[in-house]
Nanobody, 121 residues
Framework: QVQLVESGGGLVQPGGSLRLSCAAS????????MGWYRQVPGKERELVAT???????NYADSVKGRFTISRDNAKNTAYLQMNSLKPEDTAVYYC???????????????WGQGIQVTVSS
């Protein structure tokens, strides 16, 4: 069993900042990558940012230059620093974990429960 605990969401004014955290725990041998996705009602879940085991990052064009993803490998925790927030960033943000349960098995995927981010004046 793997648990992902997300925190840091809430209501912020346009131009403001928030920092999301995602802490992974449970039966994790090693982590392949972590990421953040978001979803608004009526639309598909979309990638926001990912970071792999080597520290390489990938961002959606809509957040480049404003959002930064990082990881604390010792804590199995990923962070999403969100600056210059816009109303269109309003969504439920989901943490994604890709991990191995042992040395020889394949990669597994787990999702957090989602956390609301609302950007509004």
């Amino acid at each position: 069993q793997v648990q992902l605990v997300e925190s840091g969401g809430g209501l912020v004014q346009p131009g403001g900042s928030l920092r999301l955290s995602c802490a992974a725990s449970g039966s994790i041998f090693s982590i392949s990558g972590m990421g953040w996705y978001r979803q608004v009602p009526g639309k598909e879940r979309e990638l926001v940012a990912t970071i792999n085991s080597g520290g390489s990052t990938n961002y959606a064009d809509s957040v480049k230059g404003r959002f930064t993803i990082s990881r604390d490998n010792a804590k199995n925790t990923a962070y999403l620093q969100m600056n210059s927030l816009k109303p269109e960033d309003t969504a439920v943000y989901y943490c994604n974990l890709k991990y191995y349960q042992d040395l020889y098995g394949g990669v597994f995927t787990s999702w957090g429960q989602g956390i609301q981010v609302t950007v509004s004046s």
